[in-house]
């Protein structure tokens, strides 16, 4: 493994750091890439990797996605992602995540963290035992945001597949639209129950195919395996698991006109936008559509640092901002040529002072 700072997804990080913890079995990369309009904020992903280089790969390319997201989301929050590294046994134990906590609190409030993949609300419980710079904890009380940012990041996929598609096929609603949507947990699975209410014809699949096929009973939906619904003909691909699933070989499989959905750093590589807008197929960058979660618990940090409940109709009335950011980036993108994720980027770049 090369020194990280040579790696191509290196972009001028100010912090990263590795933690151990012998005691625990706890290895983790923190990395803070901006913290321009305040705390570097996002999620700490639970994962597998095979290679250490991925784990190190996803910290900096996540908290890079961060960045942008917050400052396109208008959000007084920096860019940050932490990986926990998991034995191929995938064992987690609270004193792991509260060991995780002691690092997060040692950087004195300038990362914020949250639930990613692998990570859910009693994880955070957990991390919270050591730090008060944590976010996406269990909320009571009816019209409270918070907790499991799962369904507020749906939310937003929902407005934006609609979004995407008034833009690209001129249709006001997505009735009889088809959309193969990529992933049945919190996310996808949200994402399929909202378009399936209005009508839309869905084709489902996720690496657990049970869980896939028990809601595409639930929904009236038809299945795909997962090494085929990338190529299934639809009119939008929403993509809701792994990212970097859009590379050469992805790219070319596709049969779909839109490409939106939730999943992190779709783009395997910069170039890939230009190659989606080549073929027609309308892109909407994942740092700006799938903003909801952030949103939920960036309002919830922020409200509990002032002893306040987090209204749920705050965070809602956020999310429904996330169309029209979009459709300023597609009309900039129409209008000058430019792919629509280097629109995306430009306009971030500029909002964190790069």
């Known amino acids: ?22 005691a625990t079995g706890l290895t983790a990369i923190i990395a803070l890439h901006s913290t321009h309009l305040g705390p570097g904020a996002g999620g700490t992903r639970f994962w597998h990797y095979a290679d250490p280089k991925d784990a190190m790969r996803d910290a ?75 976010t996406g904890l269990p909320v009571e009380g009816e019209g409270t945001a918070g907790g499991d940012p799962g369904p507020f ?6 407005h934006g597949i609609k979004a995407a598609v008034r833009h690209k096929l001129g249709k006001d609603s997505v009735s009889g639209v088809h ?11 949200g994402v399929a129950r909202l378009l399936a209410k209005d009508g839309a014809k869905l084709t489902l699949s996720d690496i657990n195919m049970d869980r896939a096929a028990a809601l595409a009973d639930e ?35 596709l049969d779909a006109s839109i490409v939106a959905g939730a999943a ?18 309308l892109y909407a960058p994942d740092y700006v559509i799938n903003a909801g979660g952030i949103i939920s618990v960036t309002l919830e940090y922020l409200a509990r640092r002032n002893s306040a409940p987090c209204d749920i109709n705050e965070v809602r009335k956020r999310i429904a901002q996330i169309p029209g950011r979009l459709e300023e980036i597609w009309q900039e993108s129409d209008a000058s040529g430019v792919s629509p994720d280097v629109v995306a980027d430009r306009m971030a770049q500029k909002l964190i002072g790069r």
Not at 6 to 12: A, L, Q, R
Not at 67 to 80: E, F, Q, R
Not at 94 to 104: D, H, I, K, S, Y
Not at 220 to 241: H, K, L, Q, R, Y
């Open 264 to 281: 992190n750093n779709q783009l395997a590589r910069a170039h890939h936008g230009q190659m989606l807008a080549e073929r027609g197929i």
């Open 60 to 134: 900096l390319r996540l908290s890079r996605g961060m960045s942008y997201k917050n400052a396109m989301a208008g959000l007084p929050m920096g860019g940050g992602k932490a990986v926990i590294l998991a034995g191929k046994d995938r064992t987690k134990t609270p004193e792991m995540l509260e060991a995780f906590g002691a690092a997060v609190d040692a950087l004195g409030g300038a990362y914020v963290t949250a639930e990613d993949v692998g990570i859910g609300e009693a994880d955070m419980v957990a991390v919270s035992r050591r730090t008060q710079y944590v």
């Open 179 to 189: 959309v193969a949507v990529q992933g049945a947990g919190s996310v996808g699975g």
């Open 219 to 253: 929904l009236g939906a038809e299945t795909a395996a997962p090494d085929a619904i990338m190529s299934v003909s639809c009119d939008v691909f929403s993509p809701n698991a792994l990212g970097a699933i859009l590379d050469d070989e992805g790219i070319a499989r």
């Open 153 to 158: 990041t749906a939310m937003g996929i929902y």
């Open 1 to 22: 493994m090369t020194a990280f700072w040579t790696e191509p997804d290196y972009d001028d990080h100010e912090l990263v750091q590795l933690v151990r913890d012998r």
